[in-house]
């Protein structure tokens, strides 16, 4: 598949022209030019993402695996029939919806002419095509509905650069999907700024620079600039996340609701799919125009996996393997019922819990997960979504709708925590193995200076005695020269000015004046040690 790198855009893949089954999709560029329409397991093999794991893994040491149990994040992805069942009708939506925009078609240019007049004349004419299919995806914060899209989105190029259709020139940039977010604040110029920036960020154009930093121009007169940039790009699909944060009560949730039927109304087939959670229901409901209008593939709502519907096994099976402990363990029901009651089978919150549950079976040593384990873990970090999940256990949705979005669970901060813990204990482990290993040299050091100071002559009771004292005394590590010379001038009573162990003064038993005195009456210094007492012949010769 060969790219084009637009200039200030993305890389557009070079169209390639396939054969469509379909009669429908014939001789249609925008539509032999999309891949193909995959089967049940096509699908599940292009969406299924599982991590490099390697069993031996898990007897490496803690602060490597607080690494390797990141790959749960971000290269975990099972599918579900829920998956497949997005996949096939976002398929529909975007092939339905380019079949009533042929580029080849006469209507097509007459769209075009009709909406650069639009523009002109500062009014919105509706299409003549008001039919198009929508969706409507509604689910609780968590479950994956922003991640699955996306994946499927992503099975599709953005942008198709077309240059030459059946040996013809046809040079047109077709833009397959766009993906928003629903302001915060619910204002439409919000929306259409970001609108135009995300086209300029793949297109390379100035949308943005022209019309989104005009502020002369309302959010409402760009509502013919918008459909028409959409049909200059050929736009397959618009994409609209967390349309929960409109507030129907509010003059700009109604003026964003009025703006998507306009927009809906005048993009002439483009199909619109809407996102939220469950308090985006009553939003659109709030206009019977906007919920007729997402309906054109019926609306998902995407419940919580059962505990005993196959998905819920299905989706933990997927993930268990995947165990960096020392004392890895199969999933029984024992725990996969613990992992359901404490994460109501929300795939976010499940897998979060098997991610923290095991960075604490490696920080308190236990090194396996346990149905006590989990259920410790879950309640020290889930608190904050804890009245979301009463919620979703009463079954209520008025109590499930009031909690638009789970509270962030703050997984960063849990493994930096227990991370701390292994980094204290092990600094703990350190400075004792050092307090040991110091003490060692030390008894080491004091044996070899007292060994030293008896070859002086010293007593080895004394000898020890000022060893002692010197090294208490120390506020340094001592060498062992430096504390035979300290211990030496203790031991003889001296200081400094009145002896160095190189000078003359010495003992009367130290050897080296023995064999200085035998040097200077002409004997060996073995002989004069031997007439000292210091060496001892333990044989007679006269017996050899």
Not at 136 to 143: C, D, E, R
Not at 145 to 171: C, D, E, M, W
Not at 391 to 397: E, I, K, L, Q, Y
């Amino acid at each position: 598949m060969s790219k084009i790198q637009l200039p200030n855009g993305i890389q557009a893949v070079q169209a390639r022209y396939t054969y469509q089954e379909i009669s429908d999709y014939r001789d249609n560029p925008l539509l032999e030019a999309l891949p193909p329409i995959l089967s049940k397991s096509e699908v599940i093999q292009a969406m299924a993402q599982y991590p490099y794991f390697d069993p031996s893994e898990g007897q490496m040491d803690a602060h490597y695996r607080f690494h390797l149990i990141q790959r749960l994040f971000s290269s975990f992805f099972q599918p579900l029939p829920v998956h497949l069942d997005l996949e096939s009708r976002i398929s529909r939506l975007i092939r339905q919806g380019y079949i009533s925009r042929n580029p080849l078609a006469a209507h097509h240019n007459e769209s075009l002419i009709k909406g650069y007049e639009d523009i002109v004349s500062g009014r919105i004419a509706l299409s003549q095509n008001t039919t198009a299919a929508g969706l409507t995806i509604i689910g609780a914060s968590g479950m994956g509905k922003s991640t699955t899209v996306n994946r499927i989105l992503h099975l599709y190029p953005q942008v198709v650069a077309h240059s030459i259709y059946n040996g013809q020139h046809f040079n047109q940039l077709q833009t397959v999907w766009l993906k928003l977010e629903c302001p915060h604040d619910s204002s439409v110029r919000g929306l259409v700024n970001n609108f135009f920036a995300q086209m300029d960020a793949i297109l390379g154009t100035d949308y943005f620079a022209k019309f989104g930093k005009n502020r002369r121009l309302s959010a409402q007169s760009l509502l013919p600039v918008v459909s028409q940039i959409c049909r200059n790009s050929c736009l397959g699909l618009l994409v609209i996340d967390e349309i929960q944060n409109l507030n129907a009560r509010s003059s700009g949730g109604e003026q964003m609701l009025n703006f998507f039927v306009s927009l809906s109304n005048t993009l002439g087939g483009i199909p619109l799919i809407f996102i939220g959670t469950p308090k985006a229901v009553s939003v659109l409901q709030s206009e019977f125009r906007q919920a007729r209008r997402g309906s054109g593939q019926g609306d998902l709502i995407w419940q919580p996996m059962k505990r005993e519907d196959r998905n819920w096994h299905l989706f933990l099976q997927g993930m268990w393997e995947y165990q960096w402990l020392r004392k890895p363990v199969p999933l029984t029901n024992e725990l996969s019922n613990c992992i359901y009651e404490q994460s109501c089978g929300i795939s976010d919150i499940a897998v979060k819990l098997f991610v923290m549950s095991q960075i604490r079976a490696i920080t308190s040593g236990k090194e396996e997960l346990t149905t006590e384990l989990i259920t410790q873990v879950a309640k020290e970090s889930l608190k904050l979504v804890q009245p979301m999940l009463n919620a979703m256990r009463s079954g209520n949705p008025a109590k499930i709708a009031k909690y638009g979005d789970i509270n962030t669970i703050n997984i960063e901060g849990f493994v930096t925590a227990e991370q701390n813990k292994v980094e204290v204990s092990a600094l703990i482990d350190d400075f004792q193995k050092q307090r040991q290993e110091q003490k060692a040299n030390t008894e080491k050091l004091k044996t070899d200076a007292i060994f030293r100071l008896s070859i002086l002559g010293i007593e080895e009771k004394e000898a020890r005695s000022s060893v002692e004292k010197v090294i208490a005394s120390s506020s340094g590590q001592l060498g062992l020269k430096e504390l035979v010379q300290k211990a030496y001038k203790l031991s003889i009573n001296v200081s400094d000015d009145e002896v160095e162990l190189s000078g003359k003064y010495r003992p009367q038993n130290d050897l080296r004046r023995i064999v200085q005195q035998g040097k200077e009456q002409g004997i060996s210094a073995i002989q004069a040690l031997t007439d000292a007492g210091f060496v001892q012949t333990e044989f007679d010769l006269g017996a050899v």
